[in-house]
């Protein structure tokens, strides 16, 4: 730590105050609301997505968040998202969070808000709260464990700094994000525009009468279109730290972390292998479709790695699968874990259209997933330096 930095308690600069616990007498619109499943690895929330209640009770002024503050994960069956925490940047009306999150509200004129986001999430301060709450994990977090943990604090200038350098990454990949939906979406529209609307370059193709669908296509089961592997069942003692990577369902959702499992992969059939440009589909619990854009690695049970057959286009198969995701969610059974059997694939037609309009359709489609990968492989760059440049700017190891 260097001799300009001054070390103190949480307490000492921020107040705290716990969430709204309601009960569903309280659904309804008027009010967003943070709960814990909007927090993930965010550092911000995603306003758009979260969830509205109507509460039965009047609220309290504190109740609402505002610029500044810091919203805390204070209790989950999921130990690894209790101490998780979320920055306000924005004036939100009538925004609130829930029962099972802290909110930490700075008093101090000397605390730069953003700053203290960026420390809360760095390894040291989860090793600070684990260690007052007198174990190696967080069970729960409180408001005394929290006005009790100390925080690292630079002169003002410097935090702003500091924030300044963490938030550019954080932009960038933000804007990112933002491209890459915007490219999503066109990706969606094009294929509405061909296989739903039944229009090319703005021409409407001629139907035939008898099958609905445009000359010389037909439909088929989406098991005609792809081999669909699915991965292998790891055991206990198959996971280390040491090879590739096993791709799950949450690193297909989030990318890798460093707590991703990994194996050599020297005794795991070489049909588990994913290379990155590969189609995955979760067919457990949550359903969804990408393509694998991070280094090679193994495939992991409850995840089908999916193949074109001959004829057939990866960016035809890919968008034929992501147009069917609400037509497998009709498919899932179980009681506690949806998901989709193998032969609920054969259930699942789409229209195939002629050998040289796949290939004119490639070539609207590949230029869009070619960049879209480009972008994603921008922000795993980007997040792998800015996550090497935070514990060493919070400790004064980086001087800025």
Known sequence: MRKDWKEIK??????????????????GEGYKIVGVSNFGDKLKPEYSTLSEINPVNT???????????????????????????????????????????????????????LFCAYFFRTELFRKIISASSGGSNIQNLNQGLLSNSNILLPPFETQKKIASILSAYDDLIENNLRRIKLLEEMAAITYKEWFVNFRVDGQ????????????????????????????????????????????????????????????????????????????????????????????????????FKVSPKENVSKP???????????????LTTGATMKHLKRKDLDFVEVPVPLAEQIKDFDSHINPILETIGNLTQQNRLLKESRDILLPRLMNGEVTV
């Open 316 to 330: 035809l198969l890919f968008l034929c699968l992501k147009n069917s995701l609400s037509l497998f969610n009709n």
């Open 204 to 303: 409407t193709l001629e139907i035939d009468g008898e099958t609905g669908l445009p000359i010389g296509w037909e439909r088929k089961s989406l098991t005609l279109l792809g081999d669909f592997i699915n991965g292998y069942a790891f055991k206990p003692e198959e996971l280390g730290n040491i090879g590739m990577p096993i791709i799950k369902i949450k690193e297909l959702k989030n990318g890798l972390a460093n707590d991703t499992p990994r194996n050599t992969g020297l005794n795991i059939p070489p049909k588990y292998i994913v290379n990155s440009g590969d189609i995955l589909f979760s067919w457990s619990a949550s359903l969804e479709v990408d393509l694998w854009h991070n280094e090679k690695g193994l495939l992991n049970q409850h995840l």
């Open 10 to 27: 949480l307490g000492e600069i921020a107040t705290f105050r716990n969430g709204l616990n309601y009960d569903k007498d309280s659904n």
């Open 59 to 113: 609220l309290k002024i504190d109740d609402y968040l505002k610029v500044g503050d810091i919203v805390f994960v204070r209790s989950n069956g999921n130990k690894e998202l209790v101490g998780r925490s979320m920055f306000i940047d924005r004036e939100i009306d009538n925004l609130v969070f829930s029962g099972f999150c802290i909110r930490a509200r700075f008093i101090s004129e000397e605390v730069f808000p």
